[in-house]
């Protein structure tokens, strides 16, 4: 979680979402994480209920943690992307999310 | 005249008053035949060797210093507290009693309680402050045996020990290799010791590093010395309370044999919002646990961790174990603390008890033989005992093994002085206000005042567990004390039923800082039915869903019966997204600060977050005050929009697209309604057209505390076992289970005034949705082609979809604690 929340503070008020799938089972170690995610996990996440939840399914995920990133438009850009890479491909992706934005806010 | 009492534990005190020339009066009989002492003491052996006590009563005439006259935390002469275990406590006077029961008078409850003394831990009596309570210049000494010490260092030899002049006991040379910790009593400034030398913080986060003329001030960064072991490997283990800001940070380590075993067994503690979370390196969570709040002190959290050699034991303020994290195995590791420095804002360590505290303190089990009245003592099986040194009582619990043979001379006892001190070491002899004991960090007997003495134990081996529990408290000034909430009086009294007493017992409303109710289900409102959290300016919160905001007062659905109409003037925010806004709070006053990012546009890379300081009221208002040169204008709104960007401006129209504003640096705008983060009412006194309203607040502020975020004020107009009925001026006639409830704060903090607040109201985000998705096909998608759809519930139970985050790039995380 760190991790996450380093990030989510480094990009915070740009236009980036950090969005999770929680795939814990309910149950044992799970009920108490999502206990935890009530109040402030860094991340708005989904709830998946196990690592074979539909979302994870649909998604053909069966490697934890796998993270996609995934542009303005909806576009896979990255799986799995670290360290510098990630952060280069982010800082790329932001110009080209706040160019779209402005370009939206003008037509306005 | 020969009574037995195998069960009771006698610990011996000392009156200093006695010795300062005061006038101390025991009451002392022995039930038939009684034998007198001044006035009688009343003590029972019951048959099968438990201590009954029929009447005890103690007066003391003195003066009481008047630092404490004031405090509730020192009892009046005459007066006991009689400790339960677990912390309770209940001040008040003893008197005569039937069946075995004492009879109590509680200074709070006005009716007299029955208590079972097999209940009780102790009874304490009335002590007083020793010596001069000038703390100036003098330094608390907490010595790895768990001694404290208190004085003044008079020289300092190298680094390796000091010259101390200690309060009742004179001059010692103290080595500085016994120091657990200094705690410079008058300047507050914390002091640790390590194998890295002593150095510590002051409260004000400044690095401190001993010295030979004291503490000096250094650069260096405190984190590279506590990331070395803190000193607590192997056997070294400490107790430590951790008082750290809202905003924390910090990891454990279990100090392995190498560092590849340090990362792989680091914990993380962490506070996110109102939740501790604490979980290893490989994100295996150890606990997640509300923050109470009685572990909240002003900005601070405390919490305690305990150690024995077997486990760590984290508890809360009023020493509930949170969570117990057992030792890898007998040869590991131990633990150790790092502390991010950075954001964990720590304002002390306390190192309380290097030994374990969960490990048995137990007190003498001194058979009392008889008393002599002519002589004043109480014949035991350790010898004489002087009746006026007997201050108190301890009963022994059942979880401790009845000592086979009385203490002797030579016994290991610790001295416990009512101001914290204590002083640990073999037992020698008593003398006229002082008594000889051989500590443990000293070769040499050394004679130790018995001013302000509270108690004397012996050390014994053993076992001794408290018990868990699972009961609601009582809080007063003076104590607290478990047991069950009866009934609440038209008046307010409040009936409540002590576990350790036979019979209830009123108690007025205003004796009552708050109940703390042992809830077994937790409260939930559904996000779902109740989207929005209305923050209202008394201090209440609850979530609602808006039904109309009007220009005067608006209407909302709350989960407590029905629709309620409620003045904007009462209003201090509503909030669409709780986690949102306190990110956007905390941006809005770092801009406000920095004084030069207004306007829109700026999309340039949001301030980070260097302060961790919550968002409060004080903030707000330093966040109000503009720059100069805005000051001339007269806005009525601040408009905050999700990149961080504000502006101040005056809205002028509103609509389902968004907001029209006017500003001193634009014409009349158009802002999106999905760039909208919020709208500020600005209550600020620049702004003189703007009128401030003085909310209509009950004066009484009796608090509901349902959940962490839930909080009513109410005039409580009833209870049963069941639940408790009370009138809320805003919500009207509410029924609220106990078993819902967190506490009930019956003198809360009363409401900040009005002029603290602005009004916030939120708009709701809302984002379009322009192309959807396709559903995933369970391959893993590809990059560069279009993301599948993700739509499902939230952690909160709420419809989420992925698609709500179309225009932002995204980092999609498949996680879990596993």
């Known amino acids: 979680m760190p991790g996450e929340r380093s990030l989510a503070e480094r990009y915070e008020g740009r236009l980036f979402e950090l969005i999770g799938v929680n795939t814990d089972t309910e149950g044992a170690a799970g009920s ?33 943690p796998t993270q996609f990133l995934i ?13 510098p890479a990630l952060d280069e491909e982010i800082e790329r992706l932001l110009l080209l999310a706040d160019a779209a934005k402005a370009e939206r806010d003008a037509a306005k | 005249m020969v009574f037995v009492s195998t069960y009771l534990a006698l610990s011996l005190l000392s009156a200093p008053c006695l010795q300062e020339g005061k006038v101390v009066q025991i009451k002392a009989a022995v039930a038939a035949p009684a034998v007198v002492i001044g006035r009688p003491v009343v003590l029972r052996a019951a048959a099968g060797g438990a201590v009954l006590i029929d009447s005890f009563e103690v007066d003391v005439e003195g003066s009481v210093p008047s630092t404490f006259a004031a405090g509730s935390d020192q009892p009046s002469p005459g007066q006991v507290f009689l400790h339960t275990g677990e912390g309770q406590r209940l001040r008040g006077v003893l008197s005569a009693a039937t069946d075995g029961q004492l009879a109590f008078d509680s200074v709070d409850f006005t009716d007299p309680l029955s208590i079972d003394p097999m209940a009780l831990e102790s009874i304490r009596f009335a002590t007083e402050e020793g010596g001069d309570t000038d703390y100036s210049g003098k330094y608390s000494f907490l010595l790895k045996g768990g001694d404290a010490l208190r004085g003044r260092i008079q020289e300092v030899h190298g680094q390796d020990s000091w010259l101390v002049d200690l309060d009742g006991m004179g001059p010692l040379s103290l080595s500085v290799s016994e120091l657990a910790a200094v705690d410079a009593l008058a300047s507050e400034v914390m002091v640790y010791s390590g194998p890295f030398g002593l150095g510590g913080w002051d409260q004000r986060g400044t690095w401190l590093a001993s010295g030979p003329s004291g503490f000096i001030p250094e650069t260096s960064d405190p984190r590279s010395l506590l990331k070395r072991d803190f000193g607590l490997n192997g056997q070294r283990l400490v107790d430590i309370e951790l008082q750290v800001g809202r905003e924390a940070h910090f990891r454990m380590y279990l100090l392995g044999q190498s560092m590849k075993r340090v990362d792989k067994d680091c914990i993380t503690l962490e506070i996110w919002g109102d939740t501790l979370v604490a979980y290893t390196e490989g994100k295996k969570r150890i606990f997640a646990t509300p923050i109470p709040g009685a572990m909240r002190e002003g900005g601070l959290i405390v919490l305690k961790i ?24 007998e040869s590991g590791p131990g633990f150790g603390l790092e502390c991010d420095a950075g954001s964990l804002k720590l304002s002390s360590i306390r190192v309380l008890n290097t030994e374990s505290s969960l490990s048995p303190v137990r007190l003498i089990a001194q058979d009392v033989l008889g008393l002599d009245a002519e002589a004043g003592v109480y014949q035991t099986t350790a010898g004489e005992v002087p009746v006026a040194a007997v201050l108190g009582f301890d009963f022994p619990t059942s979880e401790v093994a009845t000592p086979e043979s009385e203490p002797d001379p030579g016994d290991q006892v610790r001295l416990i002085y009512s101001d914290g001190r204590r002083v640990t070491g073999e037992f020698v002899s008593y003398g006229e206000g002082e008594l000889t004991i051989r500590p443990t960090w000293q070769g040499e007997a050394r004679v130790c005042s018995t001013s302000s003495l509270e108690a004397i134990t012996v050390v014994r081996s053993g076992t001794f567990q408290r018990k868990k529990t699972s009961r609601s408290f009582l809080v007063t000034g003076n104590g607290e004390i478990a047991g069950s909430l009866e009934s609440v009086g038209e008046d307010g009294a409040i009936t409540w039923k002590p576990t350790i007493s036979a019979s209830s017992a009123t108690i007025s409303r205003d004796s009552v800082r708050r109940i703390v109710v042992n809830r077994t289900t937790s409260f939930f409102v559904s996000n779902k039915n109740y989207p929005h959290f209305l923050r209202l300016r008394s201090g209440d919160s609850f979530r609602c869903k808006v039904v109309v905001i009007g220009s005067e007062e608006s209407r909302f659905a709350t989960p407590f019966g029905g629709e309620v109409t409620i003045s904007n003037d009462l209003i201090k925010a509503i909030e669409f997204d709780t986690r949102k806004m306190a990110e956007f709070a905390e941006l809005f006053v770092e801009k406000v600060e ?56 005056n809205v002028i129209g509103w609509s389902e697209e968004g907001i029209l504003y006017s500003s001193g640096l634009s014409d009349e705008r158009l802002i999106p309604t999905r760039r909208l983060a919020a709208v500020v009412w600005l209550d600020d006194p620049i702004l003189e057209d703007v009128e401030l309203v003085e909310a209509d607040l009950p004066s009484s502020h009796t608090r509901l505390i349902l959940d962490e975020q839930t909080c009513l004020t109410v005039e409580l107009s009833g209870a049963d076992n069941e639940g408790i009925e009370a009138v809320s001026p805003i919500l009207g006639e509410l029924r609220v289970d106990l078993e819902h409830l967190l506490s009930i704060e019956l003198s809360g903090a009363a409401a900040l005034p009005p002029s603290m607040y602005s009004k916030w109201v939120f708009i709701p985000k809302e984002e379009p949705f322009p192309d959807a998705a396709q559903a995933g096909t369970g391959q893993l998608p590809v990059v560069g082609e279009r993301a599948p759809a993700a739509i499902g519930k939230d952690l909160h139970g709420d419809d989420f979809n992925l698609a709500s985050a179309t225009g932002s790039v995204v980092l999609l995380d498949f996680w879990g604690f596993w």
């Open chain 1, 32 to 64: 108490l994480s999502i206990r935890a995610g009530e109040m402030d996990i860094p991340m708005h996440s989904f709830l998946d209920g196990s690592t074979s939840g539909p979302i994870t399914t649909a998604w053909g995920v069966n490697a934890f």
């Open chain 1, 71 to 83: 542009d303005h438009e909806g576009i896979v850009r990255g799986i799995d992307l670290v360290g």
């Open chain 2, 306 to 329: 305990k150690t024995d050699a077997d486990s760590l034991y984290f508890l809360d303020d009023e020493g509930v174990t949170l969570a117990t994290l057992s030792r890898p195995d």
């Open chain 2, 594 to 649: 920095d004084g030069n990012n207004f306007g829109w546009g700026n999309t340039g890379e949001a301030p980070r977050r260097e302060v961790s300081e919550g968002f409060d009221a004080a903030s707000l208002e330093r966040a109000l005050a503009l720059p100069r040169k805005y000051k001339q204008r007269r806005f009525k709104h601040l408009v905050l929009a999700r990149t961080g960007d504000f502006l101040r401006t």
